[in-house]
């Protein structure tokens, strides 16, 4: 009976804390984004030759965990299968938000854009089953750097 | 060449749907094939527990919990009941009865693995006559024959078992809990069956079926008395005393039973028997305080059977 009352408080608190949290982070996301759009993040290998770039590596990374409501609507998931919508949402997240730290870096070093963008997801939980369920997206690239200024 | 990164619409990578529905579909879907899966298995269970010989089911029977407080005089009386309905019920070769009777007053009776019966002194003081008795005798006893207790364990081990399995905490030591012995919850169609089983027994016996409305009329009147809550062993909520009384003037209608009759009293000494038997009960259960770690009686509050 405990175990159930502490479950359901979990899942309530997983819920209510975890929407809260997201919707925030979306309004920052978009927000952001929409500041540093004037920076490009390209994803090609072959930056311009002209004018003569400085260049430098920038990354941005970011930890993210699930809350237990979306962990359990995940292992529900688990049961029929499909889209694991709960966590979309997640990675979405943790995607942008280091491109983002991505582009804040490169920002702040003067550069005009930054090529050769690429994304590395790593699980921070590995042999210890559902112990974390937390991974670390990083995103990384080659700032290019105007050294006219 | 200009490098610029395009506005990507919102809700191609994020399903849009909300979580608490996703929450509702998934965990219905799953509540319900966990019910499915469990009607499945006890049904699968009940039905491999049929096929166990009776004499294997003896083996199984809780037989430290059963203390018997009946006298010699009162166990006679009573096997002499016992056989006489074994006979009119027909109970198939090798079913032994065995009746067993408890100085407890708590108002109770049921029937265990075994054909190991229990009768309460609670119960058995408040009986009218003996045809009221023979009733209660032959409900259990139909419980007994019809296989009710080993089917309904059966039941619930395949289910505890395999649900165990699936979240991988198996208790496999379901035939080892106490409880679950005197805590036999029959179906309502175990119930309106063994009702069934018992009339005709008893309208053999004496040639009408006075004694089983009698019996009905003390339960319900406990039932009145204690609430819902203390629920009676062997007449519990299934099937519902109204529907229950009723099942028995329909089938006494259609049989053409009379429901009246001259009812048999019950010996003179039975009330001294009775009291003779909680003095047993009250000597025992001293001797118990005094040696802890002894398996409970029967009589401990887990004794109150079919609850709800």
Same mark, same amino acid.
Not at chain 1, 15 to 32: D, K, N, T
Not at chain 2, 47 to 68: K, Q
Not at chain 2, 210 to 233: C, T, W, Y
């Given at each position: 009976?405990?175990? %159930? ?30 500041? %540093? ?30 809350? +237990?409501?979306?962990?359990? %609507? ?44 690429? +994304? ?30 | ?20 529905? @996703? ?173 069934? @089983? ?15 409305? @009698? ?30 009384? @009723? ?62």
């Amino acid at each position: 009976m405990y175990n %159930l009352i502490l479950f359901l408080v979990l899942l309530s608190l997983g819920y209510a804390v975890g929407q809260f949290a997201e919707r925030r982070h979306y309004r920052s996301i978009l927000q952001r984004e929409e500041k %540093l759009n004037s920076l490009p993040a390209i994803a090609s290998r072959y930056p311009p030759t002209e004018p003569h770039y400085q260049q430098a590596l920038v990354t941005g990374s970011t930890v993210v965990s699930v809350d +237990y409501f979306k962990r359990f %609507l995940a292992a529900l998931r688990n049961l029929f299968g499909g889209r694991v919508t709960s966590y979309e949402s997640l990675l979405d997240r943790a995607r942008r938000e280091s491109l983002l730290r991505m582009k804040q870096q490169a920002a702040a070093m003067g550069a005009a854009m930054v090529f050769n963008v690429k +994304y590395e997801t790593a699980s921070i939980s590995k042999g210890r089953g559902n112990s974390i369920g937390s991974i670390e997206v990083l995103a990384y690239g080659t700032a290019l750097i105007d050294p006219r200024g | 060449m200009k490098y610029r990164n395009p506005r990507i619409p919102e809700g191609i990578n994020v399903s849009d749907r909300h979580p608490l529905k @996703e929450l509702f579909v998934l965990a219905g879907g799953a509540l319900l094939l966990l019910f499915l899966l469990s009607w499945l298995l006890g049904q699968f269970g009940g039905r491999l527990a049929r096929l166990l010989p009776f004499e294997h089911e003896a083996a199984l029977a809780p037989v430290s919990l059963l203390r018997n407080d009946a006298g010699p005089e009162l166990q006679a009386y009573l096997e002499q009941l016992g056989s006489r309905l074994s006979e009119e019920m027909a109970l198939p070769d090798g079913m032994q009865v065995h009746l067993q009777m408890s100085g407890d007053d708590t108002f109770n009776a049921f029937a265990t693995l075994g054909g190991n019966i229990l009768l309460y002194r609670g119960l058995l003081e408040q009986l009218p006559h003996e045809n009221a008795l023979v009733m209660l005798l032959a409900h259990e006893m139909a419980h007994v024959e019809h296989r009710d207790p080993i089917v309904q364990i059966g039941q619930g081990a395949a289910i505890q078992v395999t649900l165990g399995l699936l979240i991988g905490d198996p208790n496999l030591a379901v035939l080892g809990s106490a409880g679950l012995y005197t805590q036999l919850h029959y179906t309502r169609e175990m119930e309106r069956e063994a009702d069934t @089983e018992a009339l005709v027994a008893v309208q053999r016996l004496y040639g009408h079926i006075g004694g089983a409305r @009698e019996l009905f009329n003390v339960i319900h009147a406990q039932r009145d008395k204690s609430g819902r809550e203390e629920m009676p062993a062997i007449f519990s909520s299934h099937p519902l005393d109204a529907q229950r009384l @009723e099942a028995i003037g329909d089938l006494a209608r259609e049989r053409g039973w009379s429901e009246t009759g001259e009812t048999t009293p019950l010996p003179a000494a039975f009330g001294r028997w009775m009291s003779e038997a909680a003095a047993r009960a009250a000597k025992a259960k001293e001797e118990d305080a005094l040696k802890p770690g002894l398996p409970i009686s029967p009589a401990s509050p887990a004794g109150r059977l079919h609850p709800g």
